[in-house]
Nanobody, 124 residues
Framework: QVQVVESGGASVQAGDSLRLSCAAS????????FGWFRQAPEKEREFVGA????????YYDDSVKGRFTISRDNRKNMVYLQMNSLKVEDTAVYYC?????????????????WGQGTQVAVSS
């Protein structure tokens, strides 16, 4: 059974940094690309960024580019989202998701497995 579990969410101040983790099990980790999404209160879930199988390709939504970094450790079956210079508008539930293919398109339909999310709250 495949499990995707996010952790690391917290309440922080604007300007702070936070690292989210995503643990994936029940799959051949190296065969999967991963993405991060987020959903703010009363808003649609939106794409944050993605990373390929080897960790040498990433891309991000413009809203987080230059502040957020996705990485992965294939030895530990872990994916990370490093978030720097957090803003109040980054407040959301953050989701990790897995997909087989690598493209620079990011519709949710491309992602097969999803975690339950972890809450990030940024206050001013």
């Amino acid at each position: 059974q495949v499990q995707v579990v996010e952790s690391g969410g917290a309440s922080v101040q604007a300007g702070d940094s936070l690292r989210l983790s995503c643990a994936a099990s029940g799959l051949i980790f190296d065969d999967w690309c991963f993405g991060w999404f987020r959903q703010a209160p009363e808003k649609e879930r939106e794409f944050v960024g993605a990373i390929n199988w080897y960790g040498d390709k990433t891309y991000y939504d413009d809203s987080v580019k230059g502040r957020f970094t996705i990485s992965r450790d294939n030895r530990k079956n872990m994916v990370y989202l490093q978030m720097n210079s957090l803003k109040v508008e980054d407040t959301a539930v953050y989701y990790c998701a897995a997909r087989r293919t690598w493209t620079y398109e990011s519709p949710e339909s491309l992602f097969t497995f999803w975690g339950q999310g972890t809450q990030v709250a940024v206050s001013s």
